[in-house]
DNA sequence: GCATTAACCACAG
DNA sequence: CTGTGGTTAATGC
């Protein structure tokens, strides 16, 4: 890859606009931008972490293998990276990440990435930064999860999607009702019936896949009360 | 007891 | 894949 295209890219994270002129040609000598299709995987559970994966473009689901089937753990839209703690902590992989929407990914070197860390604080920092954030989301959810009833777990992801993910009332829902029921730990039939309840209440609107939320009071109260 | 919540199963479109 | 009905188990008045 041509080592000006990272240097020029304007799709840069904010760390990476801190590395310098020649860091950002290092980079540019050891990164390769992929574009994948929805549904493809981007790297997998139980493989071997190669690379840091910087999301450019589109929409991703990280999901894990658990003992009574796979989980979904959150959702990611670029731009972003992914894989941070499974690819430094472990060399292997512990969750997956699935392009739901067609995606545009910059595969990174390990050990330029860790070099960077190394001797860029400013990188370094952002990178920290990005990582702690992404950690008080997921242990806010977790609690969340663990503590609401299912149309409080319903009403949480999609007020998610619609505010952190879509920025808009109006949506397709990028999961199907096993993959919602993955996410917010329940069954599909349960997700079914709630989505129901929600439409005849008038809280949203489905129309195939595609949701507009109504009521969106209504909903952020189901989300508070659980 | 009785009601609520939600999972599991089966079946239909 | 999605929706529904029946059944069952747990929990809380």
Redesign the pocket.
Known sequence: MNESECRFCCFKSQAVQLLSVKELETLGQNCAKINFQKGDVIFREGTLATNIVYLRNGLVKLHMTGP?GIKIIRLMKAPCFLGLPTKFGEKINHYSTTSITDTEVCFISLDIFKDFIVSNGHFAYEIIIELCKNEIKDHKRCTNMTQ??????LAEILLCMSEEIFESNVFEIPL????L?SFI????????????EFVKEGIIN?NG?KITIQKKDTLLSICQNG
């Open positions: 009574t609401k009833q299912v149309p409080g777990r199907n009702n096993t993959e029921s730990s329940t069954s599909r039939e349960s997700v079914s019936r709630i989505l129901n489905l896949r």
